[in-house]
């Protein structure tokens, strides 16, 4: 976002910001959000281009800096977050690399939760350290794990919460109170939880990452990320990361999650009702021993994920009898529910994590976040529940 574009009434209500928050109409007055493809813009004087180059002139100069469609997302999103400012990058993995790395450097120190996407996991684990940079992780539960760990000064926490893929939820309240306390910036990655059922600004959070190909784009179409901050944040950090490396999102990108905004919030409503179906349903199956679902009165924190969520999200994991041999078998006797490691998508889509997203990790690191053999992690997606609910049924039958 170069400035605030559009002009968006301050009292529109969330709802409606979803649907036209941060649209700028060009003169030829287009209901649907015009798609800018194109990486330059020209200027009618070698002035006009000079002062844009200075910076005393606010305008779009080329598009790995900011681009009037993805502008346009930005702003949606910032509406959204309630955040003072927002840039969109190529994925969430690029969000994730940017929001850390534009703002550490050798000798720094980070505290993250244990339990994490795959690749959320490797930037931590292992690009970090590569770079100087100490990396301390811990239980995401455990409240005194974070208390030892922020009792020296450190400048980034990293968490998701609920977490990828056994829906662990961090105490956002309490670990940002700790992380300021050590002087310490706050990242959260919000993609379980979208930014319609839980702000992590509102809990303290400093910077919110997405990976906008999740419930964003929500149809399975586009990959796109976003980190909202501060304007302090992307001024002094973010901005001149993302320009000088260049992760850009592309405008078509863009205009894609500008329409997935626009229904996002029917989306995610029927999401999370199709996923508490067919978690209760799950957890009445003699097949499956274990079901973990933030909206589930069984879920270990159900009552801290409904304290800083509004509903359980439209991922759950369960656990089948039988380890990896009943996994399996379950997973190739499904029909409707697509074997696929996206989520957030409209298809339901179901994944083995132990060989899929967190087959790189060690099985002891595997063992200790309750990815075992017999995990499975499904998003409920919005096709008729009980469709959903007698695939499961039926696959269950065949593997048991
Ligand atoms: C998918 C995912 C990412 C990465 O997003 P991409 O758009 O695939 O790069 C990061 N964090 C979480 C929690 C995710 O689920």
Redesign the pocket.
């Known amino acids: 976002m170069t400035d605030r574009i559009g002009d968006t009434p301050p009292t529109w209500r969330a709802q409606t910001n979803l649907v036209r928050g941060g649209t700028r109409r060009s003169e030829f007055n287009e209901t649907c959000e015009a798609l800018y493809m194109t990486s330059g813009y020209v200027y009618g004087s070698a002035e006009e281009a000079e002062a844009a180059f200075k910076g005393d002139l606010s305008r779009f100069v080329y598009s790995r800096y900011a681009n009037p469609t993805v502008a346009m997302f930005e702003e949606r999103m910032c509406l959204l977050e309630g955040a003072e400012d927002a840039r969109a990058v190529g ?6 690399f940017a929001a850390l790395l534009c703002q550490l450097r050798a000798g720094d120190r980070v505290v993250a939760a244990r339990a ?2 795959g ?2 996991h490797f930037i931590i684990a292992e690009l970090l350290p590569r770079w100087g940079i100490e990396t301390v992780f811990v239980d995401g539960g455990d409240l005194d794990q974070w208390r030892d760990a922020l009792a020296r000064p450190t400048q980034a926490v990293f968490f ?1 919460s609920p ?2 893929p056994t829906t662990e939820v961090i105490d956002m309240a309490a670990i940002c109170a700790l992380a300021h306390e050590a002087g310490a910036r706050v990242v959260v ?1 919000n ?2 939880a979208t930014p319609l059922l839980q702000r992590p600004m509102d809990h303290g959070a400093d910077v919110v ?1 997405y ?4 419930h964003i784009d929500g149809q399975g179409r586009a ?3 976003i980190v909202l901050a501060d304007k302090a944040f992307i001024d002094d950090h973010l901005q001149a990361f993302l320009r000088h490396t260049g992760p850009s999102l592309s405008p078509f990108n863009a205009w894609l999650l500008l329409k997935g905004l626009e229904t996002m919030d029917l989306r995610v409503a029927r999401h999370c009702e199709n996923a508490l179906a067919v978690a209760r349903f799950l957890e009445s199956r003699p097949e499956v021993r274990r079901v973990l679902y933030p909206g589930l009165a069984s879920h270990p924190q159900h009552n801290l994920a409904l304290s800083q969520m509004t509903a359980g999200g439209s991922v759950l994991a369960l656990e089948i009898a039988g380890g990896k041999a009943g996994a399996f078998r379950a997973l190739n006797r499904l029909r409707l529910i697509d074997i696929s490691n ?3 998508d409209a298809k339901s889509l179901i994944t083995h994590p132990a060989t899929t997203t967190h087959q790189r990790l060690p099985e002891e690191d595997r063992a200790r976040l309750g990815i075992g053999p017999g995990l499975l992690r499904l998003s409920v997606g919005l096709e008729d529940v009980a469709d959903i609910r007698e695939d499961l049924a039926q696959a269950l039958d065949t593997a048991a």
């Open positions: 994925s969430g993995m690029a969000a994730v994490l996407f690749s959320c998701e977490a990828n990655d993609v379980f990452v990976s906008a190909t999740k990959l796109g990320g996206n989520l957030g």
